[in-house]
């Protein structure tokens, strides 16, 4: 979805979370935060589902599980949309492998992540964008069919370097740790290797490690550039989010 699907801002944004529980929180703050605002009410009504649950995505697109994570995404989507959300978001990468079942199982939009990181590089001049994301993300083509739908080269790491970035992911941002630098490095440097000269962070565990490492603005956070298209589209203006 377009923001220019709207004819007018849209009243109540809902969030389909849980994927997981602290990036969700996250997103919910990035709103907040770069929000310019007076008073409470300058801000965007919100509907959250954080629904923890959720059949792991990464495992079930690499069949590697059984367990279909659509049903629960689809219920969720539902659940927001009766409870007045006229349009939704989706602040995990990979969901997004189920972005057009999504859309067909739900009457209210949902604004692409994927989508907005895209535009967002595209408009900051990146000719080729790496991504940081987990495999799931990766082997389905998430970003490089949006780049190549968009006019942009993509580059994904090396099987070496997409394990450390799988270990970033799940051995330490899922249990709650700090992320293990050099494994990190190690990843974004095989994408500095391919002449990335930006790199989106396809993650939202990786947005966390971009807030808590202090990550410049070589690496674009899809958690942000999803953040920003919120805001635009509801008609607010953005604060703090200029590198987006």
């Not at 009410?41 to 994570?69: C, E, F, K, M």
């Not at 535009?119 to 987990?134: E, F, H, I, N």
């Amino acid at each position: 979805m377009m923001n220019d699907e709207f004819t007018s801002p849209p009243r109540v944004l809902g969030i389909l979370g849980g994927l997981g529980p602290m990036a969700t929180a996250y997103f919910y703050e990035l709103l907040t935060r770069h929000t310019r605002a007076a008073c409470d009410q300058d801000h965007i009504d919100v509907v959250i589902s954080s629904r923890a649950s959720t059949p792991d995505r990464t495992a079930y697109i690499l069949g590697q599980s059984a367990a279909d994570p659509f049903g629960a995404l689809a219920e969720s989507a539902a659940r927001l949309a009766a409870f007045g959300a006229d349009v939704l978001v989706i602040p995990c990468n990979t969901a997004h492998y189920f972005y057009d079942r999504l859309c067909a199982a739900v009457d209210v939009p949902i604004l692409n992540m994927v989508e907005q990181t895209v535009l967002a590089a595209k408009r900051g001049g990146c000719r080729t964008l790496g991504v940081l994301a987990t495999t799931g993300t990766v082997r389905t083509g998430l970003y490089q069919n949006m780049c190549e739908t968009h006019g942009l080269a993509c580059a994904v790491p090396d099987a070496a370097a997409q394990q450390c970035v799988m270990d970033v992911i799940y051995r330490d941002v899922k249990q709650g740790r700090r992320a293990d630098r050099a494994a990190f490095e190690r990843a974004a440097g095989s994408l500095r290797a391919q002449g990335c000269d930006r790199v989106v962070l396809g993650c939202t565990e990786l947005s966390l490690v971009k807030r808590d490492e202090g990550l410049d603005a070589f690496y674009l956070d899809s958690m942000q550039a999803l953040a920003k298209g919120v805001l635009l589209l509801f008609g607010k203006t953005p604060v703090g989010l200029d590198e987006v």
